[in-house]
């Protein structure tokens, strides 16, 4: 069901891959609430993902760019600009990689080339988009930047690694960057702390089915899916979140709010007695 809450806006989302990822989401939801955007995400993405299905679906235009490289992200403004007629109102960033994460490596054991593109894969990026953004003034007045994270950023959780280090920086930019955008431009920025997601990239990180339990039985609603985080966005995008900026907002079922649930207590009862 339609609400039109993005009636003649327009945007860009960087990061769809297929049909798991939350980026592909937010741009279905986007397309049925009205908006107008091009996706972006790297050459090797597009290749192997079906980006191109989405494109089409979307009636839209994918402008190939590594969102680590300042050129490149230019490029993406101007050229959406150029297609849009004129300036953007939502920005998606759903962008996040850790080769240590992929090869396995201890949070003390770390490969330092690797933890540098984990940063900067995972939160420069973040950075070099809203920096990009305004020094074009590519976004209008009351615009929405939005930037996907997760609870690793404030707490520990096995096998996050450096990642959480790269969502704690994200955030950090949201606030730090949220304040200068909204002064001078009222453009607000936020981030989404969301349960984890059975996504392409997380489907790939070992243990993800045990956490995904955990949180499940912790959270009071339950895990988020990939399509209600996306309705949350375009929540976001919309004119009804104009007075929210600067926050990381916890979309999550609950589990932030936890210490122990029913559930989990009863799990963990019942391994007790099989020792």
Not at 53 to 81: G, Q, S, Y
Not at 84 to 91: A, L, N, Q, S, V
Not at 244 to 269: C, E, P, R
Request: glycine share 6%; net charge neutral.
């Amino acid at each position: 069901m339609s609400y039109n809450l993005l009636k003649g806006k327009r945007g860009i989302i960087f990061g769809a891959l297929d049909e798991q990822s939350i980026a592909w989401n937010v741009a279905l939801k986007a397309y049925e609430e009205g908006a107008i955007f091009t996706l972006s995400n790297t050459p090797l993405a597009i290749r192997f993902g079906n980006v191109k299905d989405l494109a089409e679906h979307c009636h839209t235009e994918i402008i190939p760019a590594d969102a680590t490289n300042v050129k490149e992200l230019e490029h993406v403004f101007n050229r959406t600009m150029e297609i849009m007629g004129g300036k953007i109102d939502f920005i998606l960033h759903s962008i996040g990689m850790s080769m240590n994460v992929r090869k396995s490596r201890e949070y003390d054991d770390l490969d330092y080339d690797f933890y540098r593109k984990t940063i900067d894969i995972s939160a420069m990026s973040f950075h070099k988009i809203i920096q990009v953004a305004k020094k074009l003034d590519a976004v209008n007045d009351w615009g929405s930047i939005v930037a996907l994270s997760y609870i690793a950023a404030q707490r520990t959780l096995y096998r996050y690694n450096d990642m959480a280090d790269a969502k704690a920086m994200l955030e950090s930019i949201a606030r730090s960057f949220g304040y200068i955008y909204g002064r001078e431009k009222n453009v607000r920025i936020n981030t989404i702390s969301q349960s984890p997601t059975r996504t392409t990239a997380g489907s790939g990180v070992k243990g993800i089915d045990a956490l995904i339990d955990f949180t499940e039985r912790m959270s009071p609603l339950g895990n988020a899916t990939a399509e209600e985080c996306a309705n949350f966005c375009i929540v976001l995008f919309s004119d009804l979140s104009r007075k929210v900026t600067m926050q990381n907002i916890f979309h999550d079922g609950g589990f932030s709010g936890m210490g122990m649930s029913l559930k989990a207590m009863t799990q963990y009862k019942k391994c007790l007695e099989d020792e």
